[in-house]
């Protein structure tokens, strides 16, 4: 009896397909969280050709370069930083901030932008920072529509976009503020030096031993 040859080969052709899909899916979890991953190469890999350079150890310290809070003066921290157990486990890959839609976002550090538009449905924009090793460091930012446009130079506390109304994963308005060397999450926090961390909103104190100008009488 003739072994039907299709019989055969279904078993083989099913398990390249979802060893395809598995694949496919593979980018999307890549940008978790809105990072396209945007390197020199601008793909989702970070590099030319779609490859990442490998990532340092998870111990490198992240040095403090941070200069200005991406919104606000001190917003609040609705969510921290939960590093996933997996590269593609569940987690927080950054922190969410207290913002308004319309908000002005800035850059932390200054640096390049590396990326300035959407993922999957998102406004995205991601600054490699100057000075920070190699692979650099790069802050990723959302929901932002861009102001600046990739490849322009910016500094700490410069404007590069505003709050978007919508994309945000936050239940009431945030910004999502991640931050990665090469395929290596971080904790976006750890830019901030302690006194930026725990300053608060300026405040006018009383000037104590300088004697008050005598009035004058206007003629």
Do not use: Q
């Amino acid at each position: 009896m003739r072994e039907d040859r299709s019989m055969r080969t279904w078993p083989a052709l099913l398990l390249a397909l979802m060893v395809a899909a598995v694949v496919a899916a593979l980018p999307a979890a890549t940008a978790l969280d809105g990072d396209p991953g945007g390197g020199p190469g601008g793909g989702l890999g970070g590099g030319p050709g779609g490859s990442s350079p490998p990532s340092p150890p998870a111990d490198t310290p992240v040095p403090a370069v941070g200069r200005a809070w991406p919104v606000g003066l001190r917003p609040s921290v609705i969510r921290g930083w939960e590093p996933p157990a997996t590269t593609y486990g569940r987690g927080h890959r950054g922190v969410d901030l207290t913002a308004a839609p319309g908000a002005p976002v800035r850059a932390v550090a200054p640096g390049r932008i590396s990326f300035a538009g959407r993922v999957a449905g998102r406004g995205v924009v991601s600054v490699e920072l100057n000075g920070t090793g190699d692979p650099p460091l790069r802050t990723t930012y959302e929901p932002v529509r861009a102001t600046a446009k990739k490849g322009t130079e910016v500094a700490a506390g410069e404007v590069i976009g505003v709050l978007e109304p919508t994309g945000s994963h936050c239940p009431a308005s945030c910004l999502h503020w991640g931050l990665r060397r090469a395929d290596a999450y971080l904790d976006p926090l750890s830019l901030l030096p302690p006194w930026l961390l725990g300053r608060g909103p300026s405040r006018l104190l009383p000037v104590i031993g300088v004697p008050e100008p005598e009035a004058r009488t206007v003629p």
